[in-house]
């Protein structure tokens, strides 16, 4: 098959692949996520005391949530819910539910939110929360009272003006709805903008649940004009196909790319006549992964998921979880532009070697933040009690992410950096304003 061609070099399974890259690049995400602060804090020579007031989370809260199984049992789940930043408005951030979730791991998605809302200039800060557990172990019940136990035992940490949560991998609408009925029955009234990513017929944002993906083709496209990349003649990999990926794939299709890879947990999917990504979504509707979806349409099945990553192909949309292109296969990476739907892909030492090898990137705080610019249009909305219909919400994502891009992109070209450092950049300087400006109480 023609993914194969070329990539054996140095080829080992996943899990040797795992371990042997988290023990030479010592993959701590926040230590990662830390990186890019202080490359970009060198460049803007931000003082020690700015940097003091904005690197680090604010508060860290852990809890151990007991939660009555169906057969009676009660067993204890660890939860996090960090909050990096309050300095541009109240956290906001996603809630990971995965047996990987780690307080390092949860602490750098809370630190990309705060400069993610920064880089796109809503006024919100940086929280998110995470649960040690694997969802597709539990029941709906089961899932039910640990979602609602989770916002419960956290309960003082949210408000509108606080913190205010949404999905994150493994997490959902149905998941939001639990948390805000959970917080409106103990407040004893109707308090849809404690959350986001809400079902629509409770308080939700018209385009919410594209919108992660949205967020990512405006900026695809600003980029393809910058690179001259047509997209129409484009093919496109996109590792992970839950709600950012999946989307991904409709929307860049819808855009006249070919999506010649998919995947998920369950395996990776090759067709170099293109996936129809509708008929993936169906297949995952149905079977819940895209375990099998190379017996329902013409996709092979990849002997191994992480040549995905490899794949000799215009656009490569990562869109599932941390640290996937590392230092070991970085230098194989073949795409132009790497559109990074998911949070830290790439590991510092990655994002060094596919930068030399001139791919371009659009880094994780700007390429996903259409997630959380429509959550800020519908905590705009539950506050206002007036809803708007999804043209107007796409009218202001288009309108936020296409400036962003275009501001990033002019620092980039203004600083000579690279599209992450010249994100930092934009971002670092509006927080530390809003720092200086607050000032420090007491
Ligand atoms: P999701 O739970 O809906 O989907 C995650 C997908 O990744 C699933 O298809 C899962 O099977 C797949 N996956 C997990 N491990 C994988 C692996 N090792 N290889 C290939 N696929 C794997 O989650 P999501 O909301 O789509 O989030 C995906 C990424 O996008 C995360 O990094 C998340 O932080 C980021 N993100 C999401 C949003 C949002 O609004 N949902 C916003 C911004 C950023």
């Not at 998110?128 to 557990?133: A, E």
């Not at 979602?147 to 408000?159: I, K, N, V």
Request: charged share 25%; glycine share 8%.
């Amino acid at each position: 098959m023609a993914y194969l061609s070329g990539l054996k070099e140095d080829k080992m399974t996943k899990e040797a692949f795992d371990s042997s890259v988290h023990e030479r690049e010592k993959l701590n995400t926040f230590d990662n996520a830390l990186k890019q602060f202080d490359i970009a804090a060198k460049i803007l020579n931000i003082s020690e005391n700015q940097i003091a007031m904005i690197k680090e989370p604010r508060r860290i809260t852990e809890v151990k949530l007991p939660v009555r199984m169906d057969d009676g049992s009660i067993k204890i789940f660890t939860a996090y819910r960090v909050q990096h930043s309050v300095a541009r408005g109240p956290a906001k951030g996603g809630i990971r539910f995965h047996p990987d979730v780690t307080v390092d791991e949860v602490k750098a998605l809370a630190f990309w939110m705060t400069y993610k809302c920064a880089v796109v200039g809503i006024p919100m800060s940086g929280g998110k929360g995470g649960v040690v557990v694997d969802p597709s172990k539990l029941s709906k019940s089961e899932l039910e009272r640990l979602s609602r136990r989770y916002f419960a035992e956290l309960l003082d940490l949210f408000g509108e003006n606080k913190d205010v949560p949404a999905p994150d991998v493994n997490t959902n609408p149905q998941i939001m709805g639990w948390m805000m009925d959970t917080y409106s029955m103990h407040h004893q009234q109707y308090l849809p903008g404690v959350i986001t990513g809400k079902p629509l017929e409770i308080g939700g944002s018209a385009g919410r649940a594209s919108a992660t993906a949205q967020g990512m083709v405006f900026c695809v496209r600003e980029a393809a004009k910058h690179l001259k990349i047509d997209l129409k003649s484009s093919t496109v990999a996109i590792q992970g196909y839950g709600n950012a990926g999946s989307f991904a794939a409709k929307l860049l299709h819808e855009d006249g790319c070919k999506i010649v890879a998919i995947s998920d947990i369950d395996g990776a999917f090759y067709d170099e006549n293109g996936i129809l990504p509708e008929e993936a979504i169906k297949h995952v509707a149905k079977n819940k992964t895209l375990k099998g979806f190379e017996k329902v349409s013409k996709a092979k099945r990849m002997d191994d998921p992480m040549e995905l990553l490899e794949l000799d192909v215009d656009i490569l949309v990562p869109a599932a979880l941390e640290n996937q292109i590392t230092k070991e296969n970085a230098k194989r990476v073949k795409a132009k532009l790497i559109a990074e739907c998911a949070n830290g892909p790439l590991t510092p030492k990655a994002d060094e070697t596919v930068t030399r090898n001139g791919i371009f990137i659009i880094p994780d705080i700007l390429c996903n933040a259409g997630g959380v610019t429509v959550s800020y249009l519908e905590w705009v909305q539950n506050r206002m009690g007036y809803y708007w219909a999804e043209e107007r919400v796409l009218e202001d994502l288009e309108r936020i992410i296409t400036n962003s891009f275009k501001t990033v992109l002019e620092t980039s070209l203004e600083y000579k950096v690279n599209m992450r450092v010249a994100a930092f950049i934009v971002a670092i300087s509006r927080v530390t304003k809003a720092a200086e400006i607050r000032g420090l109480y007491a």
